[in-house]
């Protein structure tokens, strides 16, 4: 018999603070926008941070498809939507084309319009999503209103998502219902859904192993079916040559990546390259070494945790606990997937102390750990992770077996 409160006593006082946190964040978007001038907001960065590359490529679909990754119209066109911005500053549409069809219709609209819409659309994907993640715990009903607050009040989605103008929200929803197919035993359905993560490739990067490890067939079947749907819709949406422009914009960003890895700002990621940059950006041997070993490491503690689990639920939430870490490229702001991670494991670790002790250093350590990135070189929040990963491959299978 599943206690009624899974959380800990401080879980009121931790509504107060989310409630809190959500309504500053609020004021604070509400004075962006009636301060903004030339697309810059009263604090300096420009209306919607990130926006503005999504509905640049609204547009191009909407008038130049095939022209879609013209990194030179691209830049142009940011600039138009924000006069202010300086001249030397670059903000470039990355994903797949098919993502970008969603924004042809928010790119009909004026820019502040079209932001002030996707903020709309990003408070329902996140409902949604969360709606999605409560069908599939249904041990957590009577502590709902915490697990909403706690996870709309967390930074990489509330600030550097939704306020940024980011999918973080996307990506919450489409993680969150393959969970609750996965649950409904709509296999295939599920991976399919996974597939539309295919827009950034390096959030599925530990999901197709997990799948092979744990002989998820249809799972797998469904991701591959449903990610050669989504490659069809970026053909269908920019053609071949503008598919084309796109492999060739991926390997321009990998070299840039690797010659110039600074120039992307590292304090803004989280992958294990990105956790110490000042060491791992241009490596020494021992350096390169290091990262080998770790991410060895990593990978055999997960292939163990999966092979030996029976729990699908421990299994999905390691691969998406671990994935920030062990990609190549991780923004912040897709470090949203310790949501739903999370969310499956609260059933079965709630009697671990160590689970709700790791949720609030991920929590909070999520605030500051940018700036303290950008001051020091040491990505805090990386090292969160991957030690509350290590947690859940280590004490997540016992916590399993007493559910």
Known sequence: ?????????EARLVRWVAAATIGCAVVLLAVNFVGQRDGLTSFGPQLGADYPAFYTAGHLLNTAPSRLYDLTLQDQLFHRWIPG???????????????????????????????????????????????????????LADDWPTVV??????????????????????????????????????????????AALAFKPTLLLLFAPMLLATRAWRVLQGMVLGG?????VSVWAVGIEGFWRFLEFLA?????????????????????????????????GWAVALMVVLVLAAAVLLWRTWRRSTDWRLTWATAL??????????????????IPAAVLLTPSCRQSPWFFRGLTVLYVVAWFSQPVAAAVGVQCLSVAVAWFGWRCCTEGELSVGRS
């Open 228 to 232: 050669l749907v989504f490659a069809g």
């Open 321 to 338: 606990v671990w994935t920030p870490v062990l990609s190549p490229h991780f923004a912040v702001y897709d470090t949203v997937l310790l």
């Open 85 to 139: 911005a300086p001249a030397d500053q670059l903000l470039f549409y990355p994903s797949a084309p098919f993502l970008a069809v969603l924004f042809r219709p928010l790119a009909l609209l004026p820019y502040a319009w079209s932001y002030g819409v996707w903020l709309v659309i990003g408070v329902g994907l996140t409902l949604a999503g969360f709606q999605w993640l409560k069908r599939s715990t249904p041990e």
């Open 252 to 284: 321009k960003y990998a070299e840039v990546r690797q010659r110039a890895p600074e120039s992307l700002h590292p304090w803004k990621y989280v992958d294990l390259r990105s956790a110490a940059y000042p060491i791992f950006y241009h490596p020494a």
């Open 1 to 9: 018999m599943l206690p009624l409160n899974m959380f800990p006593p």
């Open 149 to 194: 607050l706690a996870g709309c009040s967390f930074a990489p989605l509330l600030v550097e998502g939704w306020i940024g103008g980011q999918t973080s929200a996307l990506v919450l929803f489409c993680v969150s219902l393959a969970i609750w197919l996965q649950h409904q035993g709509r296999s295939r359905w599920a991976g399919a859904a996974m």
